[in-house]
T-cell receptor, first 116, second 109 residues
C-alpha cells in the first residue's frame, strides 16, 4: 500500500490566520481524502480531493473554510482558513490505492493543529 | 452517520486473547468490513478486512457471522503495544469510509 507523508506534523496558529497542510503519497493513488479528528472524537470525513477538479465536500464542510487542491495523482493540500479555537483538531490525509480494493486505504500520521 | 456499533471500551490482560465485537446490520451484500486501529497521536493503521469468510493474518483474525450483520476481531495474544482505539468500518457511497466511535482497548500487564 502507499506511504503518506503529511506536514506539518503540528502547529500552533493565531486565530484569524490560515494554515495549509500538505499530503504527499509515494505512488499514484486513485483517491485522496481529508479527515478531521476533534479532541477525543472519531474521524470525520471533510472531503474527497479530486485530481484536477474541485473537491467533493461532506455535509457541514464548505470550500471557503477548507479549500482543497489536488494538482496531480500524488499530492494534495488542505487549507484551514480564518481559524478559530474550534478548529483545533487533528487533520488527516488518506489515500486509496485502487478503486474497489478492499485494503487499499492508507492514512498519514496527521497534523495536530492548535488555534490560540 | 456511522454504520457500525462497537462497545466504547474494553480491558484485556496481557497475553490473553482480545475479542472485539462490531454490529453492522445495514451492510450491503458486496461491502467489506474493515478494521483499523489508532494508537495515540498516530494515523489509523490497517489491521484486517473481510467480506463473508473468516480471515486471519499476522495481526489478527476476523470472524463474520453468516448473515454478515456482525463481526468479531480477535487479537490472539494481546500485548501492551496493542493498547489503542479499534475501529470497525464499512464503506459508504461506494468508496468513502465511515468511522464510528470505536472501542478503546486497554491491555493491562
Amino acid at each position: 500500500s502507499a506511504v503518506i507523508s503529511q506536514k506539518p506534523s503540528r502547529d500552533i496558529c493565531q486565530r484569524g490566520t490560515s494554515l495549509t497542510i500538505q499530503c504527499q503519497v509515494d505512488s499514484q493513488v486513485t483517491m485522496m481524502f481529508w479527515y478531521r479528528q476533534q479532541p477525543g472524537q472519531s474521524l470525520t470525513l471533510i472531503a474527497t480531493a479530486n485530481q484536477g477538479s474541485e473537491a467533493t465536500y461532506e455535509s457541514g464542510f464548505v470550500i471557503d473554510k477548507f479549500p482543497i487542491s489536488r494538482p496531480n495523482l500524488t499530492f494534495s493540500t488542505l487549507t484551514v482558513s480564518n481559524m478559530s479555537p474550534e478548529d483545533s483538531s487533528i487533520y488527516l490525509c488518506s489515500a486509496l490505492s485502487q478503486r474497489g480494493a478492499a485494503y487499499g486505504y492508507t492514512f498519514g500520521s496527521g497534523t495536530r493543529l492548535t488555534v490560540v | 452517520d456511522a454504520k457500525t456499533t462497537q462497545p466504547p471500551s474494553m480491558d484485556c490482560a496481557e497475553g490473553r486473547a482480545a475479542n472485539l465485537p462490531c454490529n453492522h446490520s445495514t451492510i450491503s451484500g458486496n461491502e467489506y468490513v474493515y478494521w483499523y486501529r489508532q494508537i495515540h497521536s498516530q494515523g489509523p493503521q490497517y489491521i484486517i478486512h473481510g467480506l463473508k469468510n473468516n480471515e486471519t493474518n499476522e495481526m489478527a483474525s476476523l470472524i463474520i457471522t453468516e448473515d454478515r450483520k456482525s463481526s468479531t476481531l480477535i487479537l490472539p495474544h494481546a500485548t501492551l503495544r496493542d493498547t489503542a482505539v479499534y475501529y470497525c468500518i464499512v464503506r459508504v457511497d461506494g468508496y468513502k469510509l465511515s468511522f464510528g466511535a470505536g472501542t478503546t482497548v486497554t491491555v493491562r500487564a
